[in-house]
């Protein structure tokens, strides 16, 4: 509004400036011509007298006709300033005393044509004419020159044009001041929807605007507030299906499971066909709880409490990950490039994606493969990856084998057949997007596939960003002592550094 406002009164302001100044300068050469008129008149009416020769003609038009106000004449004879017009002590300075100036309008070339020009001086712009003045007999080189101080006579309207700026900025002041108070009043609503707005962001979903009077800005406070009932009664549903739907699920699961594992075995010749029977019921029902309880993680990391975000180191997290990863395969496990950062992330939920990961590298490797894990933090990105030296992941699978219930490639590993449902890299997504990242696969460099896990880096110092700042577990004690262990299981193990 102020820019809209101070445009409105400086565009006139210049345009009338430039308007004057074009017209009087305008005004300046129709005077020039004016006096060249004068003298020619007077030129041919003196020409007819005895004796007359340029200077002599020069000195008395000068006596008789006197310059208009900021106009001085004077006349230049053989390169020297001669007589001056008798009001030359009223100009704003005295160019007929400046020998460069003298010299300079002393050498143009005009013929018998008047030249005109500006010259720079003390008092700014001044506009000049050049009259050759050539009498029969005299051979001296007579000019007249005459000067009209242009910017002398632009002071009135640049007063005025001051005055129009000084009025104006009073005029933007006292408008700027309106704006506020009015653009205050109509955008205060739109603050409240704002701030409303970024504390549901926080989960609390009871918050609604207080709406007042009936304009349009309260139509948008009363579409919001419907619209946070419709979100408050989708999210109570939500949680209230995931409560009772993992309730109920886990119920006949452990029921059943209890009871198998109470029944006597069988006797004689049923004994082994039972045994057989009750090892693949209760299988199917460990399997049954990984679906349950994958399908609840997937539902929770929409929830805004899915992450706990504490310090975490990454050496840490990738030593830890690959101890615990050790159990699932007789695999060379190894720890690549680490980096020491310590960030703000949730090292249990990432622990969790990481493990889903060498996970899926188990059951695509066979045993004595190479399975290693990484960190690094790159231009503000932290670069989580698991590398497997199996048959790797085809271009066309790379992006849809993280959708829910898809499997790519066959199983490498006999051990794992049939282990997979198809949520283990659902989730692992689901992990990256919830810290505001993501998740891709590509070839390794040695052959296999390379899962990375793709975060923004956020740093201790940068808690602004998270909302919750709870502790991850310590990560950052004893790094080295951790690190150190891990290199001499691996020797234990057999497993190559």
């Known amino acids: 509004m102020l820019l809209l406002v101070g445009a409105a009164l400086a565009a006139p302001t210049v345009g009338l400036t430039v308007v004057w100044q074009a017209q009087l300068d305008d005004e300046v050469d129709a005077q020039l011509q004016q006096e060249v008129k004068q003298l020619r008149t007077h030129a041919q009416a003196e020409a007819q007298t005895p004796g007359t020769d340029g200077a002599a003609l020069l000195r008395d038009y000068m006596r008789t006709y006197l310059p208009n106000r900021d106009e001085t004449f004077f006349s230049i004879v053989d390169g020297r300033a001669h007589l001056v017009s008798p009001n030359v002590n009223d100009a704003p300075v005295r160019l007929d005393r400046d020998p460069e100036v003298v010299r300079e309008l002393s050498s143009v070339k005009g013929g018998r044509d008047t030249r005109v020009g500006w010259l720079d001086s003390a008092a700014g712009k001044v506009r000049y004419g050049v009259v050759p003045v050539k009498v029969a007999g005299d051979t001296q080189d007579v000019r007249l020159v005459i000067l009209e101080f242009r910017d002398r006579q632009l002071s009135e309207e640049r007063r005025l044009a001051k005055l129009l700026l000084f009025t104006g900025f009073g ?28 504390r549901i962001s926080e989960s609390d979903l009871t918050q609604r605007l207080d709406v007042r009077g009936d304009d349009d800005v309260a139509a948008l406070a009363h579409t919001f507030n ?6 408050e009664r989708a999210f109570t549903t939500q949680r209230r299906f995931l409560d009772e739907v993992g309730h109920e699920l886990r119920t006949p699961i452990t029921v059943v499971r209890g009871h198998l594992e109470l029944m006597e075995e069988g006797s004689g010749d049923w004994a082994g066909e039972w045994d057989t029977t009750r090892a693949l019921v209760v299988d199917e029902l460990d399997r049954m709880s990984r679906i349950v309880d994958d399908l609840l993680l997937l539902a929770r990391a929409e929830r805004p409490d899915f992450l706990t975000v504490g310090e975490t180191n990454l050496t840490d997290l990738i030593v830890d990950v690959v101890a615990k990863a050790r159990a699932l395969g007789p695999r060379h496990w190894r720890v690549a490039a680490v980096s020491e950062a310590t960030v703000l992330v949730d090292g249990q939920r990432l622990t969790q994606g990481l493990i889903q990961l060498a996970a899926n590298a188990v059951r695509h490797t066979l045993d004595g493969d190479l399975i290693e894990m990484g960190s690094a933090v790159r231009e503000g990105r932290v670069l989580l990856w698991v590398r497997d030296t199996g048959p790797g992941v085809g271009p066309v699978d790379r992006e849809r084998i993280f959708g ?42 040695t052959g296999g596939a390379r899962f990375v896990l793709d975060l923004p880096a956020y740093f201790p110092w940068q808690r602004g960003h998270h909302a919750t700042d709870s502790d991850s577990g310590g990560r950052g004690r004893n790094r080295f002592l951790r690190r150190k262990g891990l290199a001499e299981q691996r020797v234990r193990d057999g497993g190559g550094g």
């Open 226 to 231: 419907h619209m946070l009932d419709r979100l």
């Open 404 to 445: 829910r219930f898809v499997q790519a490639g066959r199983v490498t590993s006999p051990a794992q057949a049939g282990t997979g449902i198809g949520l283990g890299l659902a989730i692992v997504r689901e992990i990256a997007q919830a810290h505001g990242g993501t998740a891709w696969v590509e070839d390794a460099e």
């Open 171 to 198: 005029a933007l002041v006292f408008a700027g001041f309106a704006c506020w108070l009015v653009a205050g009043r109509i955008l205060a609503p739109v603050r409240l929807v704002r701030q409303t707005a970024a």
